[in-house]
């Protein structure tokens, strides 16, 4: 079977390179020749663990090759996948055009019956879109069905997570043609749901959404815990022993960033008022999103008497541990507004600082975590890289100027800190 995949981001490149680990033939296509050539020569475009190695191996394999030529790379596959990006347009609404260019591509590389599959978060009637618009294009006469088919992977896990997915969703015009993309996972998992395609589409907002309001939901406790005095790692725990709510997705933080969450509620939100149903729950997980930055600068404000001529440390860049993908990540707009008000930051981050650089040219960037706490008014966590967990804090505490921490992932014990002579705060916990 052969498999093309249109676009070599996170989703496109595990995907195709994990098809090719299964024993697929798969050439991943992608318009950005510098990425293609980068690839070819065994450079990933992105930071995710053991990727490196599945390429190189299957390459050598010869099961993986990349291609910047779409039509052809479609007219020799049996299967083809859409993976390219859909990020949130001015209104909130998902960005459809690299979808709707990529369709018309396909259109012209149908020289016989083929599949097209959309594994692009896209709002419900995509399916229909792109049937459409490939239909518009075609060369010659050429029968085919479009397949929605969402990804669930995470950063940072994305190759164990596309390995072990908990189900496969497949939406499409009829069984028949679901079971053929459905062989395609057998080997993976006997979890795999056919739905209609408006179903498939939605089961992937849907979700994405549900678990963002899981993490706005304690949050919003965590402000609650902090004017009460309870403790909102115990509350987690209580609530999260419920069988029916479950303990994942309940950690209070300084809320949720990356490339799906935020754009997700929003997509969601867009789809609910392009059908005149007013989602006004999604508003309110958007909203505790941004609040709880704000409520943690307001206490660091409170603590230091203002920004204006304080250095500060920032420990993590990336939007979660493990990538170097700073797509909404927390630490800008905390950044950005201590830079605002007059402070000096360090930045600092295991792989993410080139990335940062770009997005905030105004803080300093570290080679190191100790770099970035050298003589410092507070230092603040903002991603739970391991290497943080595990720092030396009597070193940490010496370098700086005023022993202020501010864990924004609560992953410190508050009593601990305070032993090694740490004015330390956190998410929620009756530390503050
Ligand atoms: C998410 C979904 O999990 C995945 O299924 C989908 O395919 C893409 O979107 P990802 O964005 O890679 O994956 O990261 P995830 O691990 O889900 O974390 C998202 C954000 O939520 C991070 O900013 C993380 O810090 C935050 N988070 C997560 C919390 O604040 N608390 C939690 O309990 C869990």
Redesign the pocket.
């Known amino acids: 079977m052969n498999l093309c995949i249109i676009g070599t981001g ?2 496109g490149l595990v995907t195709g390179t994990i098809f090719s680990h299964l024993g697929y033939n798969v050439v991943c296509v992608d318009r950005d020749a510098k990425k293609i050539d980068g690839l070819k020569q065994g450079v990933m475009p992105i930071y995710e663990e053991g990727l490196k190695e599945l390429v190189d191996a299957n390459v050598a394999a010869g099961r993986l090759t990349f291609s910047i030529d779409l039509v052809s790379s479609v007219r020799e596959s049996d299967i083809v996948f859409i993976c390219v990006g859909t990020p949130p347009g001015k209104d909130g609404a998902p960005e459809m055009k690299y979808v709707r260019a990529v369709a018309e591509e396909i259109a012209q590389g149908l020289n016989d019956y083929k599949i097209v599959v959309n594994k692009s ?1 896209v709002p419900v009637g995509t399916g229909e879109l792109v049937r459409s618009i490939i239909q518009e294009n075609l060369t010659q006469p050429v029968a085919f069905d479009v397949v929605s088919n ?9 190759i164990y ?1 596309t390995l072990n997915p908990d189900r496969v969703v497949i939406g499409a015009v009829n069984r028949e043609v679901g079971e053929k993309v459905a062989s395609l996972y057998q080997t993976l998992t006997d979890t795999v749901q056919i739905t209609d395609i408006a179903s498939a589409e939605l089961i ?1 907002y849907a ?2 959404s549900f ?2 309001t ?2 706005s939901f ?2 919003a406790v965590s402000a609650l815990c902090e004017l009460t005095g309870a403790d909102v790692e115990q509350v987690r725990e209580g609530v999260g022993q419920d069988k029916r709510i479950g303990s ?14 935020p754009k ?1 509620c929003l997509g969601l939100l867009h789809t609910a008022k392009r059908y005149d149903y007013d989602f006004h729950l999604m508003d309110s997980v958007l909203r505790v999103n941004e609040e709880q930055p704000l409520r943690f600068l307001a206490r660091l404000r409170e603590v230091l008497g203002g920004f204006e001529g304080k250095r500060i440390g920032v420990w993590g860049l990336a ?2 541990p493990n ?1 170097d ?1 700073i797509r ?3 630490a800008f707009e905390i950044m950005a507004a201590l830079i605002k008000e007059g402070a000096e930051v360090l930045a600092y981050d295991p792989i993410a600082i080139d990335n940062s650089r770009k997005e905030q040219p105004a803080a300093t960037y570290v080679d190191t975590a100790l770099d970035a706490c050298k003589d410092v008014d507070a230092l603040i966590l903002v ?2 890289w391991r290497e943080f967990k595990e720092a030396d804090f009597e070193e940490v505490r010496k370098s700086m100027r005023l022993p202020v921490l501010f864990d924004g ?1 609560n992953i410190f014990n508050p009593k601990e800190m305070r032993d090694k002579g740490f004015l330390y705060y956190s998410i929620g916990r009756a530390d503050a």
Not at 150 to 158: H, I, S, V, Y
Not at 248 to 261: M, Q, R, Y
């Open positions: 996170y989703v978060t969402p990804e669930f992977l995470r950063e940072g896990t994305a997570d992937k979700s994405n678990l963002a899981k993490i304690m949050n994942a997705f309940l950690n209070a933080g300084l809320g949720f960033g990356g490339s799906c969450f997700d939007f979660k990538t993908d909404d990540g927390k991603t739970e992932r």
